[in-house]
């Protein structure tokens, strides 16, 4: 029974029976409408070009609508044409004018051609929706010209067309046609985590996911460490600033952020002036356009965010025993005579010996420069108007989980214990595990931002971001330890080894599988798990689990990709198959064929999936109950029509 004063609240909006009634039949069409795809992303770590293209080309979906439409009738070339045009319609525009002697001709063709590619595009969504995308100069133009009869009014369709050069708007149209295009083709996209570090714009990233129409985010340890450090956190910050410089993103930092780096180069300079930090020394993966860096100085300044790291991240386990950290805190356990460090029973040569401005008797105190740095880069970081836009939209359209369709979304593991069993653990004091343990920490991460400045309850969980980004018993981490000291300091590969959570064992075989889908309330029998975090290795099958779990990090990372030998999958969803696209590493200025995706179909489902199967189409099936109470209230009597 629904009760009579909602019904009078929604009476408000439907005022009368025939609104009510008109309503019920709107969304009962749009309940037999296919579901729209979806598209799951994981781990881009800052690679906005490929990240882009893989958006763009909605993996691969565009150039085969393109080939359904015109294999008949376009040459291989030009299809592939087309279908740059669309993935980049303002640099493609450009060369074709330049190139083709009967530019208008050309324009006017390919306007017609964009029209279908666009039309089919659009198929799976009522009218309404599709006008809601339409860009606003274009709107009744765009409008007539998919939904107008060809056969009966070809002259009014042309004539249209013609205008369109003739007025000298083919290439804002075009433009316009091109991005409605990328926007119908992918009705959800699904990030699931690690955005930001490693590749060069994350920001850019962040701004193509902020304009799109339909999109949420499953944090990643690396979202986290980000989110920490916008939240104040220094342990936080001196990370993504290490990770930064180690992987030469002085474009994001300092470029994207207004992140202010000068203090620390005066600070590496002179701190670090004899000496050569040659295994600080950063990768070069992408080279920075706005902000070059010389190479020298850059070693130095990350070796000087990376002591001043240790030390902070000491000072943090001492303050929070709970976290079970104490074999983090190693600059203690250096003999800075021997120039050795003792792990366990075991002593090991370090690699690099000079630390000016570690204090033997308190290695752990950071010097009052070095305090002063941290305070003056703290500052850029709550100050960056961008960063906030950035750490805000993570918030709004983020969460350590996601249920949708059936599909249940997370970045790195659901703890386990050796056995098998969701691992049960003690934080602020309360014992807590699997899906609650979640949904515990998303309240935690939210209250590091937004509960009230200085209060317990936001120190306590500012601090808990950094165990998030690194703690074993972190969820969107996942290993027994981070080896960054060693992997800087020690030879001996041995002490590098980050010993996995049981999950990666135990997710191999379908009952642990089944274990965490009915955790986190769904069935077995029609759910899947999309998980990231954790490159597939090449060889490496991504689908685990018997079919339930599919891991998606594929090594858009250039980073990763001499393991995965891949760049990436992107995972899709529609409503006649789950498929996997992989990737490969992608090549700029190349012809379109060389960066298009091989399409795997990993289920074919037996009954096309409509919007009713949906959890949108959940909703609207309540919409029309309750639009039935009403109706039915208006014909009784018992709430008056106006």
């Known amino acids: 029974m629904i009760d009579e004063r909602y019904l009078k609240l929604l009476a408000k909006d439907y005022p009368n029976a025939q609104a009510a009634a008109s309503e019920i039949i709107n969304l009962r069409a749009i309940l037999s409408l296919p579901k729209?795809?979806?598209?799951?992303?994981?781990?881009?770590?800052?690679?906005?070009?490929?990240?882009?293209?893989?958006?763009?080309?909605?993996?691969?979906?565009?150039?085969?609508?393109?080939?359904?439409?015109?294999?008949?009738?376009?040459?291989?070339?030009?299809?592939?044409?087309?279908?740059?045009?669309?993935?980049?319609?303002?640099?493609?525009?450009?060369?074709?004018?330049?190139?083709?002697?009967?530019?208008?001709?050309?324009?006017?063709?390919?306007?017609?051609?964009?029209?279908?590619?666009?039309?089919?595009?659009?198929?799976?969504?009522?009218?309404?929706?599709?006008?809601?995308?339409?860009?606003?100069?274009?709107?009744?133009?765009?409008?007539?010209?998919?939904?107008?009869?060809?056969?009966?009014?070809?002259?009014?369709?042309?004539?249209?067309?013609?205008?369109?050069?003739?007025?000298?708007?083919?290439?804002?149209?075009?433009?316009?046609?091109?991005?409605?295009?990328?926007?119908?083709?992918?009705?959800?996209?699904?990030?699931?985590?690690?955005?930001?570090?490693?590749?060069?714009?994350?920001?850019?990233?962040?701004?193509?996911?902020?304009?799109?129409?339909?999109?949420?985010?499953?944090?990643?340890?690396?979202?986290?460490?980000?989110?920490?450090?916008?939240?104040g956190n220094w342990a936080c910050?001196?990370?993504?600033?290490?990770?930064?410089?180690?992987?030469?993103?002085?474009?994001?930092?300092?470029?994207?952020?207004?992140?202010?780096?000068?203090?620390?180069?005066?600070?590496?300079?002179?701190?670090?002036?004899?000496?050569?930090?040659?295994?600080?020394?950063?990768?070069?993966?992408?080279?920075?356009q706005y902000d070059p860096v010389d190479i020298p100085l850059a070693a130095k300044m990350h070796k000087a965010m990376a002591i001043i790291q240790f030390k902070v991240e000491a000072q943090l386990i001492k303050k929070h025993p709970e976290y079970g950290m104490d074999d983090r805190i190693l600059l203690d356990k250096i003999d800075f005579e021997k120039g050795t460090v003792k792990l366990g029973d075991k002593e090991y040569p370090l690699r690099d010996k000079l630390f000016p401005t570690v204090d033997p008797k308190n290695p752990l105190q950071l010097t009052q420069a070095e305090t002063e740095l941290m305070r003056t880069i703290a500052a850029s970081f709550c100050h960056s108007e961008r960063l906030d836009k950035?750490?805000?939209?993570?918030?709004?359209?983020?969460?350590?989980?996601?249920?949708?369709?059936?599909?249940?979304?997370?970045?790195?593991?659901?703890?386990?214990?050796?056995?098998?069993?969701?691992?049960?653990?003690?934080?602020?004091?309360?014992?807590?595990?699997?899906?609650?343990?979640?949904?515990?920490?998303?309240?935690?991460?939210?209250?590091?931002?937004?509960?009230?400045?200085?209060?317990?309850?936001?120190?306590?969980?500012?601090?808990?971001?950094?165990?998030?980004?690194?703690?074993?018993?972190?969820p969107l981490f996942g290993k027994a330890k981070l080896s960054t000291f060693e992997r800087y300091f020690i030879d001996d590969p041995e002490t590098h080894h980050e010993e996995m959570n049981p999950y990666y064992t135990y997710i191999e075989h379908r009952s642990a599988c089944e274990m965490i889908l009915k955790e986190f309330g769904l069935d077995p029998v029609s759910s899947h798990i999309i998980n990231g975090h954790v490159p597939v290795k090449a060889g490496e099958n991504p689908v685990k689990g018997d079919g339930l779990l599919f891991m998606i990090d594929g090594g858009i990372s250039k980073a990763y990709q001499s393991q995965t030998g891949i760049g990436g999958y992107t995972f899709i969803a529609?409503?006649?198959?789950?498929?996997?696209?992989?990737?490969?590493?992608?090549?700029?200025?190349?012809?379109?064929?060389?960066?298009?995706?091989?399409?795997?179909?990993?289920?074919?489902?037996?009954?096309?999936?409509?919007?009713?199967?949906?959890?949108?189409?959940?909703?609207?099936?309540?919409q029309i109950e309750e639009l039935n109470a009403l109706l039915q209230a208006y014909r009784n009597g018992t709430i008056k029509e106006k």
């Not at 920490?441 to 980004?469: C, H, I, Q």
Request: some cysteine; hydrophobic content about 35%.
């Open 237 to 288: 910050i001196a990370n993504v600033i290490r990770l930064g410089i180690s992987y030469n993103n002085f474009d994001l930092l300092e470029d994207g952020y207004g992140i202010n780096l000068r203090a620390l180069s005066i600070f590496a300079e002179q701190t670090y002036r004899n000496d050569p930090c040659e295994i600080f020394i950063p990768h070069i993966l992408d080279e920075n």
């Open 36 to 231: 729209g795809t979806e598209y799951f992303f994981s781990d881009l770590h800052g690679e906005q070009q490929a990240f882009l293209y893989q958006l763009k080309s909605a993996s691969g979906v565009v150039r085969k609508k393109i080939d359904e439409l015109f294999e008949q009738s376009m040459s291989e070339g030009e299809r592939a044409a087309l279908a740059k045009l669309i993935y980049y319609p303002e640099t493609e525009y450009s060369e074709k004018k330049k190139k083709e002697p009967a530019f208008d001709d050309w324009c006017r063709i390919t306007i017609y051609r964009l029209v279908e590619v666009c039309r089919e595009a659009a198929s799976k969504y009522t009218r309404s929706k599709v006008r809601k995308k339409l860009p606003e100069n274009f709107a009744y133009i765009i409008d007539e010209l998919l939904h107008a009869d060809c056969s009966n009014k070809p002259h009014y369709h042309s004539e249209i067309i013609r205008s369109i050069v003739a007025t000298h708007m083919s290439e804002e149209f075009i433009t316009a046609l091109c991005h409605l295009i990328q926007q119908l083709l992918i009705d959800k996209l699904h990030i699931i985590g690690d955005i930001f570090d490693r590749g060069p714009r994350a920001d850019a990233i962040m701004d193509a996911l902020i304009n799109c129409h339909d999109v949420d985010i499953q944090w990643g340890n690396h979202d986290i460490s980000w989110m920490g450090a916008a939240s």
């Open 574 to 622: 529609n409503s006649r198959y789950l498929a996997l696209a992989e990737h490969k590493p992608l090549k700029t200025g190349c012809c379109v064929e060389e960066n298009s995706p091989k399409v795997m179909v990993v289920e074919a489902i037996k009954q096309r999936v409509t919007v009713a199967g949906t959890d949108n189409g959940a909703d609207l099936s309540r």
């Open 390 to 474: 950035h750490i805000r939209f993570l918030y709004s359209h983020g969460s350590m989980y996601l249920r949708i369709n059936g599909n249940l979304l997370y970045h790195g593991c659901i703890p386990l214990t050796e056995d098998g069993k969701l691992d049960v653990i003690q934080s602020f004091g309360t014992n807590h595990s699997g899906r609650e343990y979640l949904e515990f920490l998303d309240g935690v991460a939210r209250n590091a931002y937004f509960a009230p400045r200085g209060s317990t309850e936001r120190e306590n969980a500012k601090d808990m971001m950094w165990y998030l980004w690194c703690g074993a018993k972190s």
